[in-house]
């Protein structure tokens, strides 16, 4: 009886040790970069700012004169979705594949980074915030400059 009693102990010891494992799970605790910036509403503003601010720039508006904006609007949404680590899955073209060919420089990236952070700007996204966003940004930068 008394062995039985104390099995019981243990198992619901390790229980609880496990539960407290779960509860300390840094993803549990810590919001995503999604969840930090306002998640889809905030979002879809920034792609909404951003494909206005390109529709009056000089600089870049001549690579999107042909493109599909309502395509570009869906995919661009969910690429950034994803990298923000929301709920989304973005199954498109790689960045290098989508921008080969189109001979982007890096005065033209640059450029294109401001405008984003324009964008970023008019949905009253916080400094901190477009930062951390900027940063995950950042590294596709050699997979579009001119390939
Ligand atoms: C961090 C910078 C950038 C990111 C994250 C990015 C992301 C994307 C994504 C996800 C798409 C796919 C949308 C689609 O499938 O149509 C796309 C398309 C496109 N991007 Fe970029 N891009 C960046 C920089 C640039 C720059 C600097 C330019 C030009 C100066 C540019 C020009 C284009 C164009 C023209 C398309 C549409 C292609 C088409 O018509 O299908 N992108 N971009």
Do not use: W
């Not at 001549?62 to 994803?82: E, P, Q």
């Not at 970023?120 to 400094?127: K, L």
């Amino acid at each position: 009886m008394k062995i039985a009693k104390a099995s019981i102990i243990l198992i619901l010891l390790a229980s609880c040790l496990s539960c407290s494992t779960a509860n300390t799970n840094k993803s549990s605790i810590t919001p995503s970069l999604y969840v930090k910036m306002g998640q889809q509403p905030a979002l879809d503003k920034i792609v909404d700012n951003l494909i206005n601010i390109i529709g009056n720039d000089d600089v870049v508006f001549g690579h999107f004169a042909d493109s599909n904006i309502t395509y570009f609007r869906k995919n661009l949404t969910v690429f950034l979705c994803h990298i923000v680590d929301g709920p989304c899955e973005y199954s498109g073209d790689t960045m290098q594949d989508i921008h080969r060919g189109m001979y982007i420089n890096k005065n033209q990236f640059n450029h294109f980074v401001e405008l984003f952070i324009d964008a970023m700007e008019a949905a009253e996204i916080s400094y901190p915030i477009q930062n951390q966003l900027l940063a995950r940004l950042a590294p596709l930068r050699e997979s579009i400059i001119k390939i």
